[in-house]
C-alpha cells in the first residue's frame, strides 16, 4: 500500500524558515517524481515545487529562490526547505506522487503557519 | 501559462441526481487533464486521469469526457458520498508547471 507521510509543519515568524519531510513507503520511491501541492485555509491547491528521478526540480514563479526540494532514494524521503516565508506561504502542504501529468497519490499534509 | 476555469463554482443536488461540472481551459490541453475528488478534511483523491480514464478503485458512475479546451466530468447518480470539492488539474510540458481550476463544490 502506498502510503505518504508528511512532518515538520508549524508556526514560524514572518522571514523565517521550515522545512518539511515526507516519508515515502509502499513503492520504489527513486522511480517515481515527487511534488508539493499546498492548499491555504478554504482556498484551491497550488502546485509548489516538483522533483524528477533525476532530481532536477521545478518550482512555480511564487516560490522561486525561496523553496528547495530535495529527495534522499535511500531513505525514501522527499523535503522541502522553506526560506523567506510570509503570510501567503501559510497552508496545508501535500506531498504528492507524480505519475505522469498528474498527481496519483496524497500523504494526510502538513499545517504551516507563519504568523508573529 | 494554461488557466482553468471550472463551473458552476457550487451544485447544489440531491443524491440520485446526475452532477455535471465544466473545466475550460484557457489554450488547448489536448487530453492531459484529471479531475480530483477532496472530502472535508481530507486530501485530494484522483478520479480521472488524460481526460476519461477513472483511476484505480473509481466507481463507473464518475465519467470524464473533453478534449482541447472544453472538459466535464458527469456523476452519473450522486451517492451520499460525492458531496464534496471537484478540481480539475493540468500539466503544461515545458516548463513543466502544474495548475489547477478553482474548484467546483457539490452539495446537498
Known amino acids: 500500500e502506498v502510503q505518504l507521510v508528511e512532518s515538520g509543519g508549524g508556526l514560524v515568524q514572518p522571514g523565517g524558515s521550515l522545512r518539511l519531510s515526507c516519508a515515502a513507503s509502499?513503492?520504489?520511491?527513486?522511480?517515481?517524481?515527487m511534488l508539493w501541492v499546498r492548499q491555504s485555509t478554504g482556498k484551491g491547491l497550488e502546485w509548489v515545487s516538483a522533483?524528477?528521478?533525476?532530481?532536477?526540480?521545478f518550482y512555480p514563479d511564487s516560490v522561486k529562490g525561496r523553496f528547495t526540494i530535495s529527495r534522499e532514494n535511500a531513505k525514501n524521503s522527499m523535503y522541502l526547505q522553506m526560506n523567506s516565508l510570509g503570510a501567503g506561504d501559510t497552508a496545508v502542504y501535500y506531498c504528492?506522487?507524480?505519475?505522469?501529468?498528474?498527481?496519483?497519490?496524497w500523504g494526510q499534509g502538513t499545517l504551516v503557519t507563519v504568523s508573529s | 501559462e494554461v488557466v482553468l476555469t471550472q463551473s458552476p463554482a457550487t451544485l447544489s443536488l440531491s443524491p440520485g441526481e446526475r452532477a455535471t461540472l465544466s473545466c475550460r481551459a484557457s489554450?488547448?490541453?489536448?487530453?492531459?487533464l484529471a479531475w480530483y475528488q477532496q472530502k472535508r478534511g481530507q486530501a485530494p483523491r484522483l478520479l480521472i486521469y488524460?481526460?476519461?480514464n477513472r483511476a484505480t478503485g473509481i466507481p463507473a458512475r464518475f465519467i470524464g469526457s473533453g478534449s482541447g479546451t472544453d472538459f466535464t466530468l458527469t456523476i452519473s447518480s450522486l451517492e451520499p458520498e460525492d458531496f464534496a470539492v471537484y478540481y480539475c488539474?493540468?500539466?503544461?510540458?515545458?516548463?513543466?508547471?502544474?495548475?489547477f481550476g478553482q474548484g467546483t463544490k457539490v452539495e446537498i
Open positions: 488539474q493540468q500539466r503544461s510540458d515545458w516548463p513543466p508547471t502544474w495548475t
Open positions: 522533483i524528477g528521478t533525476a532530481a532536477d526540480t
Open positions: 504528492t506522487r507524480g505519475r505522469g501529468n498528474y498527481f496519483d497519490y
Open positions: 488524460d481526460a476519461s
Open positions: 489554450q488547448s490541453v489536448r487530453s492531459s
Open positions: 509502499g513503492f520504489t520511491f527513486s522511480s517515481y517524481d
